[in-house]
């Protein structure tokens, strides 16, 4: 059987502020919106598709964030630059951006204004 990932889901609970704060932070684009039956968004970038439901409409509710059991892990060229932008949004910081002269990385978590837990990593061998 073959599988691919269409895309990332977040339950929002304020749904159309999350995703202000997604396209916003992260210069997406509006793939698509769907307003009969339910409601649902999806944001998009190159390499990125993040999809958006009211997480009430879903009968989910929601709980503490720090305890979800998925997170998103992306990589950028730009970990530090990204920062910059979550915490001029009002995301959270979780740790970083940090260094690992080691492994010759930057790397960091964030939360979005949810709570949501993102990491981050830049894979280039240099920076």
Not at 25 to 53: H, N, Q, S, Y
Not at 114 to 119: A, F, P, T, V
Request: hydrophobic share 40%; aromatic share 12%.
């Amino acid at each position: 059987m073959e599988a691919r990932l269409l895309c990332v889901v977040v339950l929002a609970k304020n749904y159309d502020r999350l995703i202000r704060w997604y396209r916003k932070t992260f210069r997406m684009k509006t793939r698509m919106v769907v307003t009969e039956g339910f409601d649902w968004t999806e944001l998009e970038r190159p390499g990125l598709r993040i999809g958006f439901a009211p997480a009430k409409q879903q009968g989910v509710k929601l709980g503490r964030r720090r305890s979800n059991a998925v997170v998103i892990h992306l990589t950028t060229p730009n970990v530090r630059g990204l920062f910059k932008r979550v915490k001029r949004a009002g995301g959270g910081v979780r740790f970083g951006p940090s260094y690992d002269p080691k492994g010759k990385y930057w790397c960091g978590s964030f939360t979005d204004i949810e709570g949501n837990e993102i990491w981050v990593i830049d894979l280039a061998q240099e920076s």
